[in-house]
């Protein structure tokens, strides 16, 4: 599957983003996606994943109760809703595909990755 991020920019600390990512060239559904990020200097780190229907969520500590993770299959896309950013959400953010089951935090159990979108948060 070939993936699109979209939807990073310069937001103001306490601000809100929502990035996308749309999926096409295979069944999205049958893919439980991932979201990782990578700031400079730094290794890319797990951020959220979600299965493939839906209805199960997982997230970084760093980000509960800030970001919330969905998915439309009808669409083929997935929503990172990102509120109450902090400067250390800054970041290129990665959309990632597996076709495992369950949810999944490690890079390399992800297959097809999408290009990254910049989010920068100012103090």
């Known amino acids: 599957v070939q993936l699109q991020a979209s939807g990073g920019g310069l937001v103001q600390a306490g601000g809100s983003l929502r990035l996308s990512c749309v999926g096409s060239g295979r069944t999205f559904s049958n893919y439980g996606m991932g979201w990782f990020r990578q700031a400079p200097g730094k290794e890319r780190e797990f951020v959220a994943a979600i299965s493939w229907g839906g209805l199960s969520t997982a997230y970084a500590d760093s980000v509960k109760g800030r970001f919330t993770l969905s998915r439309v299959n009808a669409k083929n896309t997935v929503y990172l809703q990102m509120n109450s950013l902090k400067p250390d959400d800054t970041a290129v953010y990665h959309c990632?595909?597996?076709?495992?089951?369950?949810?999944?935090?490690?890079?390399?159990?992800?297959?097809?990755w999408g290009q990254g979108t910049l989010v920068t948060v100012s103090s």
């Open positions: 990632a595909a597996t076709p495992q089951g369950g949810l999944r935090r490690g890079t390399h159990e992800y297959l097809s």
